[in-house]
């Protein structure tokens, strides 16, 4: 891993931060664009370029970033086969199902972030002796909120339609990233 846990944890708070952020973006825009009937695929190149200028715009301020994820990502390869397996169904599995249970593809969203960033902590701290801690509260949170929009999803199930119950999970999924790279930059 890197050298000092300070530096990186701090990247990954700031990383974390950068991607609630332009979900958050994505999401507004997203509806805003879906509101006025605009084509899906404007609305995927939307998203495209919304991740793109924010991440960019975080990879080229914090130049450690990079090799903070690339040194995570060297480790995770030397994981046995079993562990990559465990990890990639984790955040694909979910995220896979979407296609044959859309109806539950906001609670799907939920429950790819948190169990592909708890699988990921788990893995981690197991083979790299590493506590990235901000990745096991995005996961913690991101799991619980499928209990706030199931419940938010069934009290007011004649008021929001399917689209705005999508939206509102992909909000909890900015607040989850939000919290995690909070924790990150504050922890250590």
Request: no cysteine.
């Amino acid at each position: 891993m890197h050298r000092n846990p300070r530096i990186e944890s701090r990247a990954f708070g700031f990383f974390f931060i950068s991607i609630a952020i332009a979900v958050l973006i994505g999401t507004i825009v997203n509806e805003f664009l879906s509101i006025h009937h605009i084509p899906i695929y404007y609305q995927l190149i939307s998203w495209v370029m919304i991740f793109a200028l924010i991440l960019g715009i975080t990879f080229t301020k914090m130049k450690n970033l990079f090799h903070s994820i690339r040194s995570r990502m060297k480790n995770s390869i030397k994981w046995p086969l079993h562990a990559k397996i465990v990890n990639g169904l984790s955040w694909a599995g979910p995220f896979l199902a979407i296609p044959v249970f859309h109806s539950f593809s906001q609670y799907l969203i939920l429950l790819g972030i948190g169990t592909g960033n708890i699988s990921t902590y788990l893995l981690i701290r197991s083979y790299s002796k590493y506590d990235n801690k901000e990745q096991f509260v995005v996961g913690i949170i991101a799991l619980s909120m499928i209990a706030v929009l199931f419940f938010v999803d069934v009290i007011l199930n004649s008021i929001l339609v399917q689209q705005h119950v999508l939206a509102l999970s992909r909000i909890f999924v900015a607040l989850s990233y939000g919290v995690g790279g909070i924790y990150a930059l504050i922890e250590r």
